[in-house]
């Protein structure tokens, strides 16, 4: 498939970059996934408004206007044959000798490809995920969407090996998130979820999954979350663009509530589904 790197559209083998560029030197960028429903970007006013964010954080002049922006996507997403897509967006302090600080001369390094996005099943809906649980020990702006990401990497390997879909950190007792998701806990019938603070990233299912409570009549409390409340919930939920929202079934082992979906999973899994593009007639 078609990839879109400074300027053009190439084959994704054809698709190369310096071995000075700071992306691969220091992790020196920022990245944005957006899914797309039926060949419309679901949430792309959020999805830019955060890449802009996360430019703007570490002071990486933003090359495009946001129309720029949605044409350049537009072009990967309509060369390629699936409905349903994961767009992927990375920007990098581009090339430069290398040296730590910023370079006086250089230019964004600009990379966005697209794959199929393919939603969990059925069954893993019907089954709920397991997840394990470890300290955080990532970097202290986790709200940027930065490229380094080794503490996710780790988190994530962590799962890998222990046959879970995610791992749930926890910084010094309270709840942060997943390696590559927001986490939601239920207790006492309601939602919870930590606050949006430099110790997570403000998912763009943060922000729909509080429209989708307020519509749906579910309470919605924001703050500190320590580890015992996460490990008596009720319910555990995990959201990302690519998983949507997902119950959790075990941590660490231990069934969550009666180790089945529950009812504020089911019901905030039919408003999203709801909420979502549908087809264009
Ligand atoms: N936190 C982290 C660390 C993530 O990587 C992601 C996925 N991008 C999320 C939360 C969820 O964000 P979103 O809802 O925008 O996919």
Known sequence: SLVYLNGQLTPLSDAKI?????????????????????????????????LFRSMRAISLLNPHAKEEWMELVRNVTGAHAS?????????TRGVAKRGHAFPEASYPTVF????PLV???????????????????RWLHCDIKSISLLGNVLAAQYAAEHDAVETIQFRDGFLTEGASSNVWVVRHG???????????????????????????????????????????????????????????????????GSGKPGPVFQRLYAAYQQAKPRPLT
């Open 18 to 50: 310096s071995v000075l560029d700071r992306g691969f030197i220091f992790g020196d960028g920022v990245y944005e996934v957006i899914p797309m429903y039926h060949r419309q970007l679901f949430r792309a006013d959020q999805h830019f408004a955060r």
């Open 119 to 137: 939603t969990p099943s059925e069954d893993v809906r019907a089954q709920g995920v397991a997840c394990v649980s470890m300290e955080d020990s």
């Open 190 to 256: 309601r939602l919870m979820a930590p606050p949006k603070d430099k110790h997570i990233l403000e998912g763009i299912r943060y922000g729909l999954i509080e429209e989708l409570c307020a519509a749906c009549g579910i309470m919605l409390e924001v703050r500190h979350i320590a580890r015992a409340e996460v490990f008596h919930a009720e319910e555990i939920l995990i959201t990302s663009a690519g998983k949507e929202i997902l119950p959790v079934a075990s941590i660490d082992g231990h069934p969550v």
């Open 83 to 91: 409905d349903q897509q994961l767009v992927y967006i990375q920007v």
């Open 112 to 115: 966005i490809m697209t794959n």
